[in-house]
């Protein structure tokens, strides 16, 4: 008879006895399975991914994507000499992307991908600024001042104007505008602009600027001043919904004033985090002072990302999911992710203390349902039911609106793959839950939204 030997046990060796070090390196090291087991409990403490209704990002993978992840774990994508599969792959990704988006080259066009929509952001904000200082040179005009107009955007792009020393022009919101339109750009651009940016799909309101009616404005300012002013289309989100949910909406190459975009593959892409994608709509478009040649390990190659090594499995699984999906099955993806949303969204106003703020109506924006807090008398805040919410791992953003209407204060859930009307059905029993909870033991003291903002921002 075997007997029970406590050290055979993770739990039951010396090592479980110590901490894991946090500022230096321990001169022996612990076993592997060991310290696997106890940074797997340190992990327990994060959120639970797949009810973070917050993010925009992929928290959902198939198993063939995984296993994709696996075998790709070693390849370095930026070498495409050792690697020319793997390159292939990007550049099938690339000219799929630009078909579907409606680039006239499609075939014959250029683009790369990227850790995400920042560095692709980035990279269309460079080509801008690259075509504006060229035509500036030529016409013997300074060059030293360029602007970019954009609507409420996504940190990235704040980080774009400081980075690269471009004034950034952000239209504010108002009541009745929630973002960039063709009514108040005019006021906004000037020979210095080097492009205007809608976002097709706003981080803070889920809707789709309208890129058609911006570059119709623009047109009409070409033609009464001469100056050309191109669209880089921030399309993060929307880049991988409206193509399959609503192809009529006009806002990709088929307008010739839009010559790039950007889309985040992790996100409605439905890839792995880390992989985003951008598209030239000619290759003249790309400026050749942004492309370096590089000789690395046996190639010389064109590289014009911001970023250099990078893992391929993201890469391959964007690749993947094109092909395994089709658009067919993108369309019934984005589709259910709509049903699911409205659905919360009918559900949540008949409790009776709600207004929805955006609806997931596919014709105006993302799979995404919001509302306000229209029950003047209610004994909580829309942070308090945030909170409340966290208790059962639903992670829901609560958060006023930017300046100018501050005093709005939204509760906004993104849907995502692998969210199902099951699901749905979850996370409203919960917030009927909290209701109760609210209705027995109401918040002595109800936060304001300028109370929360300064606190978030260290009393600032």
């Given at each position: 008879m075997s007997l029970y030997v406590a050290d055979t046990d993770v739990y039951g060796d010396a090592d479980a006895t110590k901490v894991l070090p946090k500022y230096r390196m321990q001169e022996k090291g612990i076993e592997g399975d060991e310290v696997y087991h106890f940074i797997k409990d340190e992990l327990l403490l994060d959120g639970n991914a797949k009810q973070n209704l917050a993010t925009f990002c992929q928290t959902w993978m198939e198993d063939n994507v995984h296993k994709i992840m696996d075998d790709c774990i070693d390849k370095n994508m930026i070498d495409k000499d050792e690697y020319p599969a793997t390159a292939e792959l990007e550049n099938r990704c690339v000219h799929m992307l630009a078909d579907l988006w409606n680039s006239p080259a499609a075939k014959k066009t250029t683009g790369c991908s990227t850790t995400g929509s920042s560095e692709a952001a980035m990279l269309g904000g460079l080509a801008m600024k690259f075509r504006w200082r060229e035509k500036r040179k030529a016409e013997g005009k300074p060059?030293?001042?360029?602007?970019?107009?954009?609507?409420?955007?996504?940190?990235?792009?704040?980080?774009?104007?400081?980075?690269?020393?471009?004034?950034?022009?952000?239209?504010?919101?108002?009541?009745?505008?929630?973002?960039?339109?063709?009514?108040?750009?005019?006021?906004?651009?000037?020979e210095n602009t080097i492009g205007v940016v809608p976002t097709f799909g706003v981080t803070f309101t889920c809707h789709y600027e309208p890129v058609a009616e911006i570059c119709a404005a623009l047109d009409k300012y070409e033609k009464e001043t001469g100056i050309d002013i191109p669209v880089h289309v921030d399309a993060a989100s929307g880049g991988f919904i409206a193509p399959f949910?609503?192809?009529?909406?006009?806002?990709?190459?088929?307008?010739?004033?839009?010559?790039?975009?950007?889309?985040?593959?992790?996100?409605?892409?439905?890839?792995?985090?880390?992989?985003?994608?951008?598209?030239?709509?000619?290759?003249?478009?790309?400026?050749?002072?942004?492309?370096?040649?590089?000789?690395?390990?046996?190639?010389?190659?064109?590289?014009?990302?911001?970023?250099?090594?990078?893992?391929?499995?993201?890469?391959?699984?964007?690749?993947?999911?094109?092909?395994?999906?089709?658009?067919?099955?993108?369309?019934?993806?984005?589709?259910?992710?709509?049903?699911?949303?409205?659905?919360?969204?009918?559900?949540?106003?008949?409790?009776?203390d709600f207004e929805i703020f955006f609806d997931a109506d596919p014709k105006k924006g993302i799979p995404a349902v919001s509302w306000t807090l229209k029950n003047k008398n209610a004994k909580y805040s829309l942070y308090d039911l945030s909170d409340r919410l966290r208790m059962r791992g639903w992670q829901v953003a609560a958060y006023s609106m930017l300046p100018n209407m501050q005093e709005t204060v939204v509760m906004r859930l993104v849907l995502r793959h692998g969210f199902s009307m099951d699901t749905a059905e979850l996370f409203l029993e919960d917030v009927k839950r909290s209701l109760a909870y609210f209705e027995k033991h109401p918040v002595s003291v109800i936060q304001t939204s300028g109370e929360v903002n300064a606190f978030n921002h260290g009393g600032k």
């Open positions: 060059f030293d001042k360029p602007n970019i107009v954009t609507g409420p955007v996504q940190v990235c792009w704040h980080k774009f104007a400081r980075y690269f020393d471009v004034e950034l022009r952000e239209i504010p919101v108002e009541h009745g505008r929630l973002g960039l339109d063709s009514k108040v750009i005019l006021d906004y651009i000037d949910v609503e192809p009529d909406i006009v806002w990709d190459f088929r307008l010739p004033r839009v010559l790039s975009i950007n889309a985040s593959g992790h996100k409605y892409g439905l890839a792995p985090l880390g992989v985003g994608w951008i598209v030239w709509r000619e290759w003249k478009d790309l400026p050749e002072d942004l492309i370096f040649w590089v000789n690395y390990l046996g190639g010389n190659m064109p590289t014009f990302a911001l970023n250099f090594s990078r893992p391929g499995g993201q890469i391959v699984a964007q690749y993947y999911l094109l092909s395994r999906l089709g658009k067919e099955g993108y369309r019934a993806i984005m589709n259910n992710l709509y049903r699911s949303a409205q659905h919360i969204g009918k559900k949540i106003t008949a409790l009776g």
